[in-house]
């Protein structure tokens, strides 16, 4: 059984919404990861943070941030949904270099 | 730019039939290279992690290797359990907060 916790399992919202969803990790797991993973690909890095801030980015516009708790927990944020914002939202935790994921958000923008 | 290729992107084997799935990359200093395995509607599940050309790892039915350019995953003697989509995925030294890039996956199948 995954460590991570993901919720809600799936979502649906109208296009300009804004939505947050929610990750839970394993204690000890300080590094935290999102990504996206459109239909049919692999997943994409969204951005990672490490003892609650961001160190790392991939190519994705401000209007998707997160946040880390000190409780382990992480949200993404994402602003102004575009229909291509539909996909399933993953996080990672991670120790020692290896990655555990969650079994993800399904979000389907309308 | 980091690259990671799958091939083929479907295969279908009869159970029993052996088999090999490709992960090429082009990645500028690699940290390691991952394979997970993804059931529909599920988040991925950690298979290996390879670190360096030669290395090789095994788990079950399931063989990773790694040369400087490319990875495969050996399946022997498949089962329909390992009906999945096998993902790969590269970490590179200079990205490293960047986390992964994964590539888009083969889609196993294995017939009864």
């Known amino acids: 059984e995954t460590g991570v916790t993901q919720s809600p399992t799936h979502l649906i919202k109208t296009r300009g919404q804004q939505v947050t969803l929610r990750c839970s990790s394993q204690?000890?797991?300080?590094?935290v990861s999102w990504y996206q993973q459109a239909l049919g690909q692999g997943p994409q890095f969204i951005f990672q943070y490490y003892r609650e801030e961001e160190n790392g980015r991939g190519n994705f516009p401000p209007r998707f941030s997160g946040l880390q708790f000190p409780n382990y927990s992480s949200e993404l944020n994402v602003n102004a949904l575009e229909l291509d914002d539909s996909a399933l939202y993953l996080c990672?935790?991670?120790?020692?270099?290896?990655?555990?994921f969650g079994s993800g958000t399904r979000l389907t923008v309308v | 730019e980091d690259q990671v290729t799958q091939s083929p992107e479907a295969l279908r084997l009869q159970e029993g039939e052996s088999s090999s799935l490709n992960c090429s990359y082009t990645?500028?200093?690699?940290?390691?290279l991952f394979w997970y395995r993804q059931d529909p509607g599920k988040g991925p599940e950690f298979l290996f992690t390879l670190y360096s050309a030669g290395e090789e790892k095994e788990k079950e039915r399931l063989k990773a290797t790694l040369t400087k350019k490319e990875s495969f995953l050996h399946i022997t003697a498949p089962k329909p359990e390992d009906s999945a989509t096998y993902l790969c995925a590269v970490q590179a030294y200079y990205n490293y907060g960047q986390n992964f890039v994964f590539g888009p996956g083969t889609r196993l199948s294995v017939l009864p």
């Open positions: 990645v500028s200093g690699l940290r390691g």
């Open positions: 204690s000890g797991h300080n590094t």
């Open positions: 990672a935790s991670s120790l020692r270099g290896i990655y555990t």
